[in-house]
């Protein structure tokens, strides 16, 4: 009995994380794609790596107004995507402005980088036409393996930049709904009734809604954020429907309050709720925070294990 107590109460945490997740990571995806962060941090990355030691911008202006970027651009001012094949035509052909008429070679390729800003991809493409003697298809390559290397940098540092979002808007959604792990799990260890609904909400949801959350979601158009954006919202209307232990005004009639919090002026709301203030509140809010940082596909097989046990407990009792 206890322990399929331990394990309602742990479906219950799980339910409620899987949710906030895919809030957190809807409203980021929404986010990056307004922003287009995407786009500013390739944009960033790719002035960092093609500007001369003075800081001439050159290469970059070059390369975002090549044909082959600027196809992209038209949509974007800064495209979210250069792929490695557009990346080197577009310097080859900004090694050959000027040549036009003459029959491209590795030899006007490496005078051409002679009379380009010093910087450190100047040095390092006549580096590799150097290398690449007279063949052309090799300082293709070279360029290429450069460019996807980088990327792969690249990627890592929108990642980090992604992650710090993330957990920013955890922390801030947290604490708007008051999702306190500590006081969540009280309420489901001592409320039976709560605990049998939120297991059958857990059932319903991964039933009907959370199937196709096995991988990690990107939107990719304003339908798939409406899409989510209703998705969430239905979740959110289940666990409201039964009174599930978050939001401040959940918190606040539990006082037994005789004044109604609507009857509240803002002020009054504003002090009340920082008076709710303690450590161990903070902290609960801190473990609620870090759960959700860890993303919805982990919180998806968590869930999925969690009522797999629960499954087979109810079959051998």
């Known amino acids: ?50 500007s001369s030691n003075n800081g001439n911008d050159f290469l970059y202006t070059e390369l975002y107004n090549s044909p082959f970027i600027r196809q992209y651009t038209k949509i974007r001012k800064c495209p979210a995507y250069i792929r ?15 040549q036009e008429g003459t029959a491209l070679s590795m030899e006007i390729i490496r005078e051409r980088i002679k009379t380009f800003p010093e910087g450190d991809f100047r040095d390092l493409l006549y580096a590799k036409a150097v290398i690449a003697e007279d063949s052309m298809d090799t300082f293709r390559q070279a360029i290429a393996e450069w460019f996807d290397n980088y990327m792969l940098e690249v990627s890592e540092w929108y990642k980090n930049r992604i992650k710090l979002v993330i957990a920013s808007l955890a922390f801030a959604i947290t604490v708007m709904l008051n999702v306190d792990s500590f006081s969540i799990m009280n309420e489901l260890w001592k409320n039976d009734k709560l605990r049998e609904s939120t ?36 979740q959110y ?81």
């Open 1 to 50: 009995m206890l322990n399929s107590q331990i394990l309602d109460v742990a479906i219950g945490l799980a339910i409620m994380y899987l949710f906030q997740s895919i809030l957190v990571s809807g409203i980021s995806e929404a986010l990056n794609i307004f922003l287009n962060t995407r786009g500013r941090i390739l944009a960033k990355a790719m002035h960092k790596a093609l």
């Open 84 to 98: 490695t094949q557009d990346f080197t035509n577009s310097i080859i052909s900004a090694l050959y402005a000027g």
């Open 199 to 234: 297991v059958t909400l857990a059932e319903t949801a991964f039933k009907d809604h959370l199937s196709n959350l096995e991988n990690d979601t990107v939107i990719a158009d304003s339908t798939q954020l409406s899409n989510m954006v209703q998705s969430i919202n239905g």
């Open 237 to 317: 209307n289940m666990i409201f429907a039964f009174d599930f232990p978050i939001t401040w005004e959940y918190a606040y009639h539990k006082t037994g309050a005789v004044v109604p919090i609507d009857k509240l002026t803002i002020w009054e709301k504003l002090w009340w709720t920082g008076k709710q203030f303690s450590l161990e509140k903070i902290i609960g809010f801190l473990i609620t925070t870090a759960a959700v940082t860890m993303g919805t596909p982990i919180w998806f097989d968590i869930l999925k294990k969690l009522l797999g046990a629960r499954n087979e407990s109810k079959e051998t009792t």
